[in-house]
């Protein structure tokens, strides 16, 4: 069974500080994904990774940042500047290809205060 | 840019009732359409992918269909039970979309006793 963790599930930040998410598959996948859920709005794709220390944009980047040394693990770096950051994040990964499913890990509930 | 709508946005059923959830999609251009179950603050479980090239995709009491050129996907669920209670994603992938998944909003489902 494909496995996706999440460093936290619940994360309890002030405003200005750094947020770092990490998140780690099993499955020897090329594709890591990181959405942020929101009442109303639905998923949304912040950035997604198709190989080590390749990234491209999703549809809401701005406040983020992300990073892939290892194939393994993907992570979201949330700016001290970003707005509304309190939300669920949720990673996913897939094999390369368009073919194939995503799989999601168990989500980090990120209240900024 | 796509636009994905799930009817009915919430739905109450009394164990048992077989039910229809739908999604629609404003993009037909699509390489598969992913079907995700949802429980309260948790993170996405998949249940079914359904290539564009498919008209059907089954797993056990689930059953999905795709008409892509009129933007459709069903899921049904025959003899619901209390333990199918969650929301219920659909999300299509678009061809050159980048392996990105266009999530809806989701239909609430709560089976009753």
């Known amino acids: 069974d494909v496995k996706v963790t999440q460093s936290s599930r619940y994360l309890v930040k002030r405003t200005g500080e750094k947020v770092f998410l990490e998140c780690v598959q099993d499955?020897?996948?090329?594709?890591m994904f990181w959405y942020r859920q929101d009442p109303g709005l639905g998923l949304r794709l912040i950035y997604f990774?198709?190989?080590?220390?390749?990234?491209e944009k999703g549809d809401i980047p701005e406040g983020y940042s992300v990073s892939r040394e290892k194939k393994e693990r993907f992570s979201l770096i949330l700016e001290s500047a970003s707005t509304n950051p309190t939300s669920m994040y949720l990673c996913a990964s897939s094999l390369a290809g368009g073919a194939y499913e995503q799989y999601f890990g168990p989500g980090t509930r990120l209240t900024v205060t | 840019k796509q636009e994905v709508t799930q009817i009915p946005a919430a739905l109450s059923v009394p164990e048992g009732e077989n039910l229809v959830l739908n999604c629609s999609f404003t993009d037909s251009a699509i390489y598969n359409l992913q079907w995700f179950r949802q429980d309260p603050g948790k993170g996405l479980t998949s249940l079914l992918l359904i290539q564009s090239s498919q008209r059907e995709q089954t797993s056990g009491r689930l059953n999905a269909s795709l008409d892509k050129s009129s933007g459709r996907s069903t899921l049904y669920i025959a003899a619901s039970q209390p333990g199918d209670s969650a929301t219920y994603l659909c999300?299509?992938?678009?061809?050159?979309?980048?392996?990105?998944?266009?999530f809806g909003t989701g239909t609430q489902l709560k089976v009753e006793l």
């Open positions: 999300a299509p992938k678009l061809t050159g979309g980048g392996n990105k998944l266009t």
């Open positions: 499955m020897d996948h090329e594709n």
């Open positions: 990774s198709y190989d080590v220390k390749m990234k």
